[in-house]
Nanobody, 122 residues
Framework: VQLVESGGGLVQPGGSLRLSCVASGFSFSSYSMSWVRQAPGKGLEWVSSIIIAGDTYYGDSVKGRFTISRDNAKNTLYLQMNNLNPDDTAVYYC?????????????????RGQGTQVIVSS
């Protein structure tokens, strides 16, 4: 299993970013996927999940601002982040759901990629 996140960067409050996660080594279209994040000095926080059928779920802190999506033909997971604020500063990781994981808030205990850094600052 390999997950490679990208798309992070420095953005001003109110700005937008689109994160990507390219998956390989497993049948991407057959798994639910999630985004999790880790802010400086804090533990991992579940952000959003998308199931095989495309239904989506969001944490309260990002609901209405973030949109998760997937392109199974490209084995890629996305996270569109709008109206960013400093509390969104974190390293963002994607994860695949494993047997026995909770739902929909899975991913904090799963193997992850190297992550992509998002910094929201003026």
């Amino acid at each position: 299993v390999q997950l490679v996140e990208s798309g992070g960067g420095l953005v001003q409050p109110g700005g937008s970013l689109r994160l990507s996660c390219v998956a390989s080594g497993f049948s991407f279209s057959s798994y639910s996927m999630s985004w999790v994040r880790q802010a400086p000095g804090k533990g991992l926080e579940w952000v959003s999940s998308i199931i095989i059928a495309g239904d989506t779920y969001y944490g309260d802190s990002v609901k209405g601002r973030f949109t998760i999506s997937r392109d199974n033909a490209k084995n890629t997971l996305y996270l569109q982040m709008n109206n960013l604020n400093p509390d969104d500063t974190a390293v963002y990781y994607c994860a695949k759901r494993e047997v026995g994981d909770p739902f929909p808030d899975f991913g904090t205990r799963n193997p992850r990629g190297q992550g992509t850094q998002v910094i929201v600052s003026s």
